[in-house]
Nanobody, 121 residues
């Protein structure tokens, strides 16, 4: 599976973006999907995940209520709607595909290249 993340950019605090993760080479419908982020000098951290069916989601406490993960298996794409952005949300955002909807990045099998989100104050 090849994953291509897009949709990042520079936005002011309070703004919104929609990140996309498009897959090729294999259907995403049998994979759980996750979004992670990595800020400069920090470890990669869990942001959100969604089950293969889309019926179960999980969010990090820091983004709960502001971010929404969704998927369109027909389009082989996963989304992350990010609202009410804060400067501390600045990071490279990565999508990943795995067998389980977990928070540990080590348990995901495939990764996209990342898309940069920069939030100015």
């Amino acid at each position: 599976v090849q994953l291509q993340a897009s949709g990042g950019g520079l936005v002011q605090a309070g703004g919104s973006l929609r990140l996309s993760c498009a897959a090729s080479g294999r259907t995403l419908s049998s994979y759980a999907m996750g979004w992670f982020r990595q800020a400069p000098g920090k470890e990669r951290e869990f942001v959100a995940s969604i089950a293969w069916s889309g019926g179960i989601t999980d969010y990090a406490d820091s983004v709960k209520g502001r971010f929404t993960i969704s998927r369109d298996n027909a389009k082989n794409t996963v989304y992350l709607q990010v609202n009410s952005l804060r400067p501390e949300d600045t990071a490279v955002y990565y999508c990943a595909a795995g067998r389980s909807r977990v928070r540990s990045p080590t348990l995901y099998d495939y990764w996209g290249q990342g898309t940069l989100v920069t939030v100015s104050s």
